[in-house]
Every structure is written in C-alpha cells, then in structure tokens.
C-alpha cells in the first residue's frame, strides 16, 4: 500500500461562491488530485466554516485506495486547512482503523497536527466502557452498520452527538465488531456540513447544524431518508431488529470484544461464529434471556453446521456446549440442534460402534425423551432389547454390540438389570473353565469389550461370597488357558481372584507348588508380614492349597501350617481336624506347637483323647513354669493322662519332664503330705533320669532347693522327710537316687546350719513321725560323708 501524504487551504471564492483549493505542499505523482477536491468539498464545505472534522472515503479510482482528511479552521486565510492522506491499494498488515486517525486536538485552533499518532488507537478498555454507557442504542446502531454492507446496501447512517469524539467512538466501536475487511471499507466523517451530499456511510452531525440542512425531527428525513441515531434526545429512526447485531451488542456488555475470524463460516455476520466467541470468553449469561429472532438465528446456524457433516473437534465442543446453556433456560428450543449433534456424532463413528456411541452421546447432550427416542430408533432396536434377547444363550462375541451401548450409556432402572444379568452369565461361564468353549467365549467377548470396570464386576462376581467352590472355580481358571487373561485384570480385582490367580500360576506344570508349599509362598507374596490375618483370607488360602472337598492336610504337612497362620485361626476357621495329628505326634516342641496346644484345648472337632492332649500339654508346661500349684497338678494330671491315652516319644519326653520340673519347683511344705514323689519311687529309671535332672536345674535357678533356702529347719524336715519315705512298691533304684539326693542337697545345706537349727529340724521331724524318724536325722546328719 502506497501512502501520499499532501495539504490544502479550502476558501469560499466571495465572487463566485466557489469553493477554492490552493495545495499548500506539493501533489505527489500518482495523486488523483481533481477526484480528491471533489471528494473534500461534498464532504466539508469552506463556508460556512464548520469547524474540524475528521472523513475517510473509499476512492473510485482505478488503484482504488482511500483518502483520509482532517479539516481544522484556517486562522491565516479565514478557510479550511485540510491534511490529507491518500492510501493507494490495499491496506497490508496495518491493523489500524482510519476513525484511529482522529485526535481531540484537531477542535482546537493550535495549528497543531490533524491526524494521531500513529501508535494510537481506540483500545478495547474504552470501547468497552463506552458500550456499557450506551447499553440501549448498541444494537440498533450496529444492526444499521451491517444493512450498510447488504445488497442493497442499508442507508447512510447520521450520528447526532455533542461533539465529534463521541461520534468517532461510535465509528471505533463499529470498526471493532465488524469483520477486518468490513472495518477498514467503513467510510465516514464525524462532522458533516450537509448529510444530503457526503458520500460516506456514517455521518456525524452535532446540534449547530441548521435544521434547514437537515432536520432531525422530520418523519420521512428519519423514516425513508438515512438511518438517524440521534444522542441530541431527538426521535431517531425506528431501531431495526437483526441477530448478528443483537448478540455482538450482548458480547459488548459483556465486557466481550465481538469481532471473530475473518469470514468465518463463510459469512462475515454469522452469528454463530459469535455464540461461539461467547462460550470461548467463559461468558455464557451473554446468550441467556436472548429474543426469540436471535436464538433461532443462533440455533438454526448451529443445526445447519451439525448436519453439513462431523464438525472438527472444537466446533463439536462449542455445539454441545451451546446446547447445554440453551437448555438450561429453553430446553424445547435445543432440541432440532441435540438431535442434529447426536445424528452427525452417530454418522461419525464406524457402523459397529454407531450404537454405543449414541448411548454415551445422550448423557452429554440436552435431549429430552421424545428427541432422543426418534433419534435412536434410526439406528436400529434399543440395546437392552437386544441384549435381552441374546441372554437367553451363551455370552459370546453377539452381545459385544449392544453391551458396548449400554456400557457406553450408563444404565437406569431398566437397563441395570440387563447389565447385571449379563454380568451374572459371564461370570457363570467363567466359573465353569471345565466348560472350555462357554469359557473361551466369554474371555474372548471381555476381550472385545475392552472394558476393564465391566471385568472388575465380573471378577466380583466370581468371588462373591469366597464360597468353597467359587473359589476352587477361580484357582482351576488361574490354571487354565486363560490364565493369562485373568492376571491381566487384577488391578482393582477382589482378594480372593488375585490370590487363585497367583496360585493358578505357582501351580502350573509337573513341579508346580501344592499344598503347604503353595500355602507358604501365597502368604509370603501377598499377606502383609507374611501372616495370615483372618478367617476369611485363610479359607481362600486353605482352599487353593488344598482344593479336594475334605480339605484335610496331609500329616506330613500339618506342623509346617502355622509357619505363617496362628493356630488359633485355624481352629476360629473349623480346620483343627488338619491339625490333629501333629498335635499327638509332634516331631519336636517348640513354640508354635506350644501355640496349637493351646489353641486346641477347647476345640469341638477333636476327639477327648485329642482335647485330652492338648489340656495336658498346657497343663504340664505351665506347671513347670511354676504357674500351675502342685496341689492342683496332683488332682489334674492323674485325669488328663488317662484321658490323652498312650502318647509316645518326644510328647511324652516333654511332659514328663515338665511335671518333673513341677514338682522340684515346688516348695518342699507342698512336696511333703502328698504322693507327688510316688511316681518316681515305683517309676522307671527313665522318670528317675527325669527327676535327677529337674532337681539339679532347680538348685541352679536358685528355688527352692537352693542351699540357703534349705537351711530354713521345716523346710529342710520336710525335704528330708520327702526323700526318705519308704513307698509301697518303690524300686531300689529310688532308694539310691533318693539317698543320693539327701547327702548332696540337704548335705550342702547342712553346711550352713548351727546346732539349734539341726535340732528344730529334729523337733520338727518328731511331730510329724515320732522318735523313728529323729533318730533317722540324727544318723544321717552325724555320718561321715
């Protein structure tokens, strides 16, 4: 674009009454300096002097172009000084309007410059500001500023204002909702001396033009004649209704700059393209309480889009999202468009998934019942009917179709009972992997589905309950050849399902795991401290490990259960039977053997002589521990013994030699006046090794039978009256052990006592037996040793 910059001086001739240019710089080459003096004088008349103004026309001149004048009074010559711009060609890459162009200072007689800097410009703050303050006449006004660019063009427009800078404001806010080729053909001048013969489309007349020139108040001027918009409180034009218009009058009290892309939708005043701008500035209360024309013009521009074809990505989403916010106040008025958006979402879509696709279209979409009813029987019966149909066979690949429509939907009432059946029927066909075929269709039909919260409520389903046999179905499913499948959906999956998958896969093949081995590894890779922590997670583990139907454990196996399983729970779970064998034949005693005894003194499933067993070994132990009375084990052990029947090595080892430990624990008062010692006096020399041995830990342990605690007189009497009692029928090996034990216990005690407490012993041994058994402590006391 070519820019020729030139001045004039505009005089009346007082002779002629001609108007007169005298170029105060020189014409440029290229000018069409005739065509611009006739432009400048039908626009702006040297006498009267009007004042400064500033015009834009378009030129008809075969380099086509634009003349820009600003015309101030002309102190000098009492004329016009008119600065002139003429723009040849088309404007490139200038984003400024000509009205930027106009500066309060060109009402001034300062001899200043006539045109702004060209760094100025009409910000959108001020026209903003400005929309709001003239709120009611936006409308109208940019309603006329489109008719000037119909065929055939609208009529002139007249802007009646106090002053110039207010009707350039008027141009800016023209130029700034018009499309950018629209905004820079825009011609104007903000003063005109006679609107009857400026060639421009808007025209600025303040209060000091004589009503003979143009008078704002008559009905054909305002009527037929331009369109008057008229700020000096006369009547103006009857304001014309038109969409486009009414909605960027809408976006500019919004705050919202109107203008969208050049020719967007192939037309510059689509309203559309302004909807959309609306939702695209986050200002959605601009298309609410709209005139009935507007949001039909709006809603029929939207339909015509959707149904040209599968709009692109953002269109689609400005659509949809214009039919939600117009529903939310005319949810009748939305529905050709829903209807026309779930047609073209449908169409989009491949032939298989038009179904589903609708179905999850209708819970995004504003659509009431009626509109989406028509619409969905275009595209064949509703899924839940098909589905319906279908259930009465197996799943297979058929249901893919209409469970994909209902997946895609969502469900009411209605459609979640089909769903659940159907979920019902697939997880019957998994549970059954015997079954391969009704198995393989039903991983292959989940497969195709792809929908992973549709596999978690299957696999829900085959685990509800954690029965027996649904879990033993899971574990011989993790087995099959569909193994792989399941544990590549046990993200989310029920315990019971992750668990069987894991032992599926540990079990596989000629040296898979089984049975306490499987019931080892499972705890170790999936229980938090390797501990089973609840009857419910031990009874899916017992069942893995041992899947026949009796679920009794091999004897081999029982002592190795509680490795990583409490006894306590097994028993809380009914499965004390497992654990009967190892209870009467433990392979050694340590704690955990400890724990099942205890765990199993009440247990309802044992037989007495097991119970017996268990009650004996709690028993025995704690007596050793010195928490049970002799007293107490001299009346219990008798029956619990008899109760647990014959029990043989290293039981029997262990519990005698706990009683043993009992018994020399106790305090000799205890010992003396009761039979305890009878069951070594008539034992066998095993009982003997027993006793010999718990005597010689007591003395360590510091007890009873410690030296110092002896040298108490009845104690010692009562040790010594235990030792050297004679019992019916006792072997001659007790009489020696017995002897023994009285040189070298009660001897090491003699050692720290006096006379006086020798005889108390003395004393006391008399009571109890008479002058014999003085006589006896005498002899022994008095021996050499």
């Given at each position: 674009?070519?820019?020729?910059?030139?001045?004039?001086?505009?005089?009346?001739?007082?002779?002629?009454?001609?108007?007169?240019?005298?170029?105060?710089?020189?014409?440029?080459?290229?000018?069409?300096?005739?065509?611009?003096?006739?432009?400048?004088?039908?626009?702006?008349?040297?006498?009267?002097?009007?004042?400064?103004?500033?015009?834009?026309?378009?030129?008809?001149?075969?380099?086509?172009?634009?003349?820009?004048?600003?015309?101030?009074?002309?102190?000098?010559?009492?004329?016009?000084?008119?600065?002139?711009?003429?723009?040849?060609?088309?404007?490139?890459?200038?984003?400024?309007?000509?009205?930027?162009?106009?500066?309060?200072?060109?009402?001034?007689?300062?001899?200043?410059?006539?045109?702004?800097?060209?760094?100025?410009?009409?910000?959108?703050?001020?026209?903003?500001?400005?929309?709001?303050?003239?709120?009611?006449?936006?409308?109208?006004?940019?309603?006329?500023?489109?008719?000037?660019?119909?065929?055939?063009?609208?009529?002139?427009?007249?802007?009646?204002?106090?002053?110039?800078?207010?009707?350039?404001?008027?141009?800016?806010?023209?130029?700034?909702?018009?499309?950018?080729?629209?905004?820079?053909?825009?011609?104007?001048?903000?003063?005109?001396?006679?609107?009857?013969?400026?060639?421009?489309?808007?025209?600025?007349?303040?209060?000091?033009?004589?009503?003979?020139?143009?008078?704002?108040?008559?009905?054909?001027?305002?009527?037929?004649?331009?369109?008057?918009?008229?700020?000096?409180?006369?009547?103006?034009?009857?304001?014309?209704?038109?969409?486009?218009?009414?909605?960027?009058?809408?976006?500019?009290?919004?705050?919202?700059?109107?203008?969208?892309?050049?020719?967007?939708?192939?037309?510059?005043?689509?309203?559309?393209?302004?909807?959309?701008?609306?939702?695209?500035?986050?200002?959605?209360?601009?298309?609410?309480?709209?005139?009935?024309?507007?949001?039909?013009?709006?809603?029929?521009?939207?339909?015509?889009?959707?149904?040209?074809?599968?709009?692109?990505?953002?269109?689609?989403?400005?659509?949809?999202?214009?039919?939600?916010?117009?529903?939310?106040?005319?949810?009748?008025?939305?529905?050709?468009?829903?209807?026309?958006?779930?047609?073209?979402?449908?169409?989009?879509?491949?032939?298989?998934?038009?179904?589903?696709?609708?179905?999850?279209?209708?819970?995004?979409?504003?659509?009431?019942?009626?509109?989406?009813?028509?619409?969905?029987?275009?595209?064949?019966?509703?899924?839940?009917?098909?589905?319906?149909?279908?259930?009465?066979?197996?799943?297979?690949?058929?249901?893919?179709?209409?469970?994909?429509?209902?997946?895609?939907?969502?469900?009411?009432?209605?459609?979640?009972?089909?769903?659940?059946?159907?979920?019902?029927?697939?997880?019957?066909?998994?549970?059954?992997?015997?079954?391969?075929?009704?198995?393989?269709?039903?991983?292959?039909?989940?497969?195709?589905?792809?929908?992973?919260?549709?596999?978690?409520?299957?696999?829900?389903?085959?685990?509800?309950?954690?029965?027996?046999?649904?879990?033993?179905?899971?574990?011989?499913?993790?087995?099959?050849?569909?193994?792989?499948?399941?544990?590549?959906?046990?993200?989310?999956?029920?315990?019971?399902?992750?668990?069987?998958?894991?032992?599926?896969?540990?079990?596989?093949?000629?040296?898979?795991?089984?049975?306490?081995?499987?019931?080892?590894?499972?705890?170790?890779?999936?229980?938090?401290?390797?501990?089973?922590?609840?009857?419910?997670?031990?009874?899916?583990?017992?069942?893995?490990?041992?899947?026949?139907?009796?679920?009794?454990?091999?004897?081999?196996?029982?002592?190795?259960?509680?490795?990583?399983?409490?006894?306590?729970?097994?028993?809380?779970?009914?499965?004390?039977?497992?654990?009967?064998?190892?209870?009467?034949?433990?392979?050694?005693?340590?704690?955990?053997?400890?724990?099942?005894?205890?765990?199993?003194?009440?247990?309802?499933?044992?037989?007495?002589?097991?119970?017996?067993?268990?009650?004996?070994?709690?028993?025995a132990h704690d007596f050793a521990r010195g928490e049970e009375t002799l007293a107490d084990a001299m009346e219990r052990l008798p029956l619990l013994e008899e109760r647990a029947g014959r029990l043989d090595g290293v039981l029997r080892e262990r519990i005698d030699s706990w009683i043993a430990r009992g018994v020399t624990r106790a305090d000799p008062y205890e010992v003396h006046g009761t039979d305890a010692l009878r069951r070594y006096a008539v034992g066998s020399m095993r009982l003997l090794t027993l006793y010999r041995e718990a005597v010689h830990s007591a003395r360590r342990e510091g007890g009873a039978l410690e030296a110092r605690a002896l040298c108490e007189p009845r104690r010692m009497a009562a040790l010594f009256f235990a030792w050297a009692e004679l019992h019916p029928g006792q072997t001659g090996a007790w009489h020696d052990l017995s002897r023994h034990l009285i040189d070298e216990v009660l001897g090491e005690a003699l050692r720290h006592m006096d006379r006086r407490a020798r005889s108390e012993v003395a004393a006391v041994l008399d009571g109890w037996g008479g002058q014999r058994w003085v006589q006896a402590w005498d002899q022994w006391w008095q021996s050499p040793r």
């Open positions: 674009m070519a820019i020729r910059e030139l001045s004039y001086v505009l005089r009346r001739d007082p002779a002629s009454g001609a108007d007169r240019f005298t170029p105060v710089s020189e014409v440029p080459e290229g000018v069409p300096d005739d065509l611009m003096q006739r432009v400048i004088a039908a626009t702006h008349r040297a006498a009267p002097a009007l004042g400064a103004a500033l015009s834009y026309t378009r030129l008809p001149h075969r380099d086509g172009g634009g003349l820009l004048c600003s015309v101030r009074p002309d102190e000098e010559s009492d004329g016009l000084r008119v600065d002139a711009r003429y723009e040849a060609g088309e404007p490139e890459g200038d984003r400024r309007w000509p009205v930027d162009a106009f500066r309060r200072s060109t009402l001034d007689r300062d001899g200043g410059t006539g045109f702004a800097p060209r760094d100025w410009c009409w910000d959108h703050a001020l026209l903003t500001k400005f929309a709001s303050e003239q709120a009611a006449r936006i409308a109208p006004f940019l309603a006329d500023v489109r008719a000037l660019f119909a065929d055939p063009a609208g009529r002139q427009i007249v802007l009646a204002e106090r002053d110039q800078e207010t009707v350039a404001r008027w141009i800016a806010l023209a130029c700034a909702s018009l499309p950018v080729t629209h905004a820079r053909a825009l011609t104007f001048t903000t003063h005109c001396a006679d609107p009857g013969l400026a060639p421009q489309q808007i025209l600025g007349i303040g209060p000091d033009l004589d009503s003979e020139v143009f008078d704002r108040y008559d009905d054909s001027t305002v009527t037929h004649l331009f369109r008057v918009h008229d700020g000096l409180g006369g009547p103006g034009s009857p304001p014309r209704s038109d969409p486009w218009a009414e909605l960027a009058a809408r976006l500019w009290r919004e705050g919202v700059v109107p203008r969208t892309d050049e020719h967007e939708a192939g037309d510059p005043f689509a309203v559309l393209p302004l909807a959309r701008r609306a939702l695209t500035a986050r200002s959605g209360q601009a298309l609410t309480g709209l005139p009935e024309e507007v949001l039909r013009a709006i809603l029929s521009a939207a339909v015509r889009v959707a149904e040209q074809g599968p709009p692109d990505i953002g269109t689609a989403h400005d659509l949809a999202d214009l039919a939600r916010q117009i529903a939310e106040h005319r949810p009748d008025a939305v529905q050709p468009l829903a209807a026309a958006l779930l047609r073209s979402r449908a169409k989009a879509a491949d032939p298989v998934n038009a179904v589903p696709t609708l179905e999850a279209a209708r819970a995004d979409l504003p659509l009431d019942e009626g509109t989406w009813r028509t619409v969905r029987s275009e595209f064949g019966p509703p899924p839940e009917d098909e589905l319906r149909r279908l259930l009465r066979q197996q799943p297979s690949t058929a249901w893919e179709k209409p469970l994909r429509a209902l997946l895609a939907a969502g469900g009411d009432r209605d459609r979640g009972s089909v769903l659940d059946e159907a979920e019902f029927k697939i997880a019957r066909a998994l549970n059954r992997p015997d079954q391969r075929r009704a198995c393989a269709d039903a991983v292959a039909l989940l497969e195709a589905l792809g929908d992973r919260a549709l596999v978690r409520r299957v696999l829900e389903r085959l685990a509800e309950g954690e029965e027996e046999r649904r879990i033993r179905a899971l574990r011989d499913l993790a087995a099959s050849p569909h193994g792989d499948w399941l544990r590549d959906h046990l993200d989310g999956a029920p315990r019971a399902v992750r668990l069987a998958a894991s032992a599926g896969y540990r079990s596989r093949g000629a040296y898979g795991l089984t049975g306490v081995d499987l019931w080892i590894d499972l705890a170790h890779r999936h229980l938090e401290g390797a501990k089973v922590p609840d009857v419910p997670t031990l009874k899916i583990l017992w069942t893995l490990a041992w899947p026949s139907r009796s679920g009794v454990v091999p004897v081999a196996e029982q002592s190795r259960i509680t490795e990583v399983c409490s006894a306590r729970l097994i028993v809380e779970a009914g499965h004390e039977l497992s654990l009967a064998h190892w209870l009467r034949h433990p392979e050694r005693i340590d704690e955990r053997y400890l724990d099942l005894a205890r765990a199993t003194t009440d247990a309802k499933r044992l037989l007495q002589p097991e119970v017996a067993t268990a009650r004996l070994v709690v028993f």
